[in-house]
Nanobody, 119 residues
Framework: QVQLVESGGGLVQPGGSLRLSCAAS????????MGWFRQPPGKERELVAT???????NYADSVKGRFTASRDNAANTVTLEMNSLRPEDTAVYYC?????????????WGQGTQVTVSS
């Protein structure tokens, strides 16, 4: 069982930056791949970024070059650095732990943190 807690969301102006953190309060994330999802208001949830236990990352085209995922297995945490934020990045962001079977399959979810990009 892995319990995930996100932090770092908030209100930011377009072009600004935010850093989301995800800490595992139980479980060992080094055993899992990690993924960040987001759900914009009125839209379906989408996968934003993944990072393997070894640190290999993959990003959705919409955030490539602007977002950076990283992990610290010793500290049992993952982060999502978000730069050049746009209004369309407004969403609830979720941290997940999971595995790959072809595609990334999340197994554990955090409670989500709100990111609002607005002037």
């Amino acid at each position: 069982q892995v319990q995930l807690v996100e932090s770092g969301g908030g209100l930011v102006q377009p072009g600004g930056s935010l850093r989301l953190s995800c800490a595992a309060s139980s479980g060992i994330i080094s055993l899992y791949g990690m993924g960040w999802f987001r759900q914009p208001p009125g839209k379906e949830r989408e996968l934003v970024a993944t990072i393997t236990s070894g640190g290999t990352t993959n990003y959705a085209d919409s955030v490539k070059g602007r977002f950076t995922a990283s992990r610290d297995n010793a500290a049992n945490t993952v982060t999502l650095e978000m730069n050049s934020l746009r209004p369309e990045d407004t969403a609830v962001y979720y941290c997940t732990a999971g595995r790959w079977s072809g595609a990334y399959n999340p197994r554990y979810w955090g409670q989500g943190t709100q990111v609002t990009v607005s002037s």
